[in-house]
RNA sequence: GGCCCUAUCGUCUAUCGGUUAGGACGAAAGCUUUUCAAGCUUUAAAGCCGGGUUCGACUCCCGGUAGGGUCACCA
């Protein structure tokens, strides 16, 4: 087994802005980078840009956002190979003076030259990190070309020269690039570079094991962003697709992650992506923050007239949010869909009670009105310090007139909803008098 | 189709020749003193097939099958 050498490691992430940062594409990011940390050498960010016609100002700052947001931070400015040119042009000519490549006549509307890679016609054989030995015979590649013109260096050749001149130590990239690799080899040889080390890491496949794209839902970092998932947990999340740590722990801090990461102990086959894992990850995530930090991201996606309700009752407010929104979200963008659902508005005001479903359906209206009596009777002198004090107050009685007899009446007159959250912890947020209160209300109705 | 890569529960995975094949998500059941959610407990659930090698293969080798990648003047 090769042993991580002395000279100090320099990965490179390098996207084409052809398109909003894909979590594919943020997975890559993340193995280089933590691959990079782990060996405490350089992450470094090329934009791939020679495409003119389809590279897009806007991609470019999505990529870099959404690097930014997952915490995927890259060393130095990004490298962007639509300012290197006259880089290309001197390797371009170099190769063309020296035999490596030439002008071909060709070209695809026949109005100029193109530059072909005059092909040694080798087999090549390459040690990937975590494939093993790969070889290609590289006959049925052709001279394949390598620039547009003399001005236009195509990808291979882009990419080849700035590894070399970055000084890349380490290629870790999809497993899309495997065949890409004999090419590479064949110009890094051309132009006398050093071959760094690969790692060709598995794809990821939507859950019907097709490629992942935009009809499976959401495969951009900012889509997921949008959705209310934290960063870290969508890091964490894809680390785990395709690496493990060996161990049973799976809730991860980037650094955390950083100091357990091993290229070798990737995965070789495919991973599918698996959203209901990812929400799990989001909330395990979600409940390790700190209290100040979740709360204004609830806040933000409360509709307005909620979000003035908890304003203005500021100790309503918080209770909602740590006993009933943090108690049931996966993902921030529940909070949005729980408040439209009218989970959350029964706690700010009183709801709209409909008399026949105070009763349970085996009690009777006559005995759900002493019921109801009896339970602002003792909640009268209970202690609401919690939920659960609530609940001893009002254990005996429950316990022995029959739980759903007693229990449901309360629960819905406080509520005025079907399904709930138990009666005691409605009680505890909105307190003694309004609880009170909308007993009373339930009770006048009979 | 050529070339290349891959193959353990539905999914993510542990195992690096000897285990009752372990964990997690999801599912099912029960408990948590009505319901919903959460939580806890339990259960079901896997070595693609066929040959070797070996005292012994999920693990090593070969073949098949299946899936994926790639075959641009895109990256």
New binding site residues.
């Given amino acids: 087994m090769r042993k991580s050498q002395v000279a100090p490691v320099i990965t490179r992430f390098?996207?084409?802005p052809?398109g909003n940062l894909h979590v594919g594409s943020a997975r890559t990011a993340l193995f280089n980078f933590l691959f990079a940390k782990k060996h405490g050498g350089t992450f470094l960010l090329r934009i791939?840009?020679?495409?003119k016609e389809?590279?897009k100002k806007e991609f470019e700052e999505d990529i870099l956002a959404g690097l930014l947001w997952l915490g995927i931070a890259h060393d130095g400015e990004p490298v962007r190979?639509s300012e290197r040119a006259e880089i290309y042009r001197t390797y371009l000519h170099k190769m063309i003076e020296s035999g490596a490549a030439y002008e071909a006549e060709?070209?695809?509307?026949?109005t100029?030259k193109?530059i072909r890679f005059k092909n040694p016609n080798i087999a090549v054989m390459f040690n990937?990190l975590?494939?093993?030995?790969?070889?290609?015979?590289t006959i049925?590649l052709g001279d394949?070309?390598i620039a547009?013109?003399r001005e236009t260096p195509?990808?291979?050749l882009?990419?080849v020269v700035d590894d070399h001149e970055t000084g890349i130590t380490h290629i870790i990239r999809g497993?899309?690039?495997?065949?890409?690799t004999p090419r590479q080899i064949l110009i890094q040889e051309a132009i006398g570079a050093k071959r760094p080390f690969y790692a060709?890491i598995?794809?990821i496949?939507a859950?019907d094991?097709?490629?992942l794209s935009k009809r499976h839902g959401a495969v951009s970092v900012s889509e997921y962003k949008k959705i209310g998932y934290l960063p870290d947990a969508l890091v964490n999340f894809l680390a785990?697709?395709?690496?493990?740590p060996?161990t049973?722990k799976?809730i991860f801090s980037i650094e955390e992650l950083t100091a357990a990461f091993d290229i070798e102990?990737v995965?070789?086959?495919?991973?599918?992506?698996?959203e209901?894992?990812l929400?799990?990850?989001n909330?395990e995530h979600l409940r390790a923050l700190p209290h100040e930090e979740i709360a204004p991201m609830v806040l933000e996606r409360l509709p307005e007239d909620l979000r003035a309700a908890a304003y203005a009752n500021l100790d309503i407010g918080q209770k909602v949010l740590d006993r009933v929104i943090l108690?049931?979200i996966?993902v921030l963008s529940e909070v949005t869909a729980l408040a439209d659902a009218g989970e959350f508005s029964f706690y700010f005001s009183a709801p709209h009670v409909a008399r026949e479903k105070i009763v349970?359906k085996k009690g009777t209206p006559e005995k759900t009105l002493a019921h109801l009596d009896k339970i602002a009777n003792i909640l009268h002198t209970a202690s609401f310090e919690s939920p659960d004090t609530i609940?001893?107050a009002?254990?005996?009685y429950?316990?022995k007139e029959g739980?759903?007899e007693v229990?449901?009446p309360?629960?819905?007159a406080l509520s005025g909803?079907?399904?709930?959250?138990?009666?005691f912890?409605i009680s505890y947020v909105i307190g003694k008098q309004e609880t009170i209160r909308r007993i009373q209300t339930a009770r006048d109705l009979l």
């Fill in positions: 390098a996207p084409s052809t791939e840009d020679t495409d389809r590279s190979q060709e070209n695809q509307d026949k100029g193109v990937d975590i494939r093993g030995d790969i070889s290609f015979d049925e394949f070309v547009k013109d195509l990808y291979h882009a990419a497993e899309d690039h495997i065949s890409n060709h598995p794809l496949l859950p094991r097709s490629k785990l697709l395709g690496w493990n060996g049973d799976e102990k995965q070789k086959g495919a991973a599918v992506f698996n209901e894992k929400k799990w990850m909330r108690e049931r996966h349970w609940k001893a009002l254990s005996p429950a316990e739980r759903g229990l449901w309360y629960r819905y909803r079907d399904t709930s959250p138990d009666p912890t």
